[in-house]
């Protein structure tokens, strides 16, 4: 019912910039929070930021200073601006968001298929 859709990612040289977008779409009649997640090969996955929908942020030690993540009003698309990229951040990067379904009102998770960010020169 609900759908996540990523797109932006692609290959950056160190130092580099990219913005990652996340769309929401679906019965949604409310998102609580959206997320960027990471796994890079061989790793854990991370939460890198997050966003509620009131707009409060938070990011992960690892990327604050360096990524940024923001929303439309309704935090029906996301966006997690990364610059100053290192290869540590190469990852296949995810958006994860909960809220509640329109008209049953039941509560939602669900996740995106992912899109890679590769770091190197």
């Known amino acids: 019912q609900v759908q996540l859709v990523e797109s932006g990612g692609g290959l950056v040289q160190p130092g580099g910039s990219l913005r990652l977008s996340c769309a929401a779409s679906?019965?949604?009649?409310?998102?609580?929070?959206m997320y960027w997640y990471r796994q890079a090969p061989g790793k854990g996955r991370e939460l890198v930021a997050a966003i509620t929908g009131s707009g409060i942020t938070s990011s992960a030690d690892s990327v604050k200073g360096r990524f940024t993540i923001s929303g439309n009003n309704a935090k029906t698309t996301v966006y997690l601006q990364m610059n100053a990229l290192k290869p540590e951040d190469t990852a296949l990067y995810y958006c994860s968001s909960r809220g509640l379904v329109r008209g049953t009102l039941q509560p939602f998770e669900v996740w995106g298929q992912g899109t890679l960010v590769t770091v190197s020169s």
């Open positions: 679906g019965n949604i009649f409310s998102i609580n929070a």
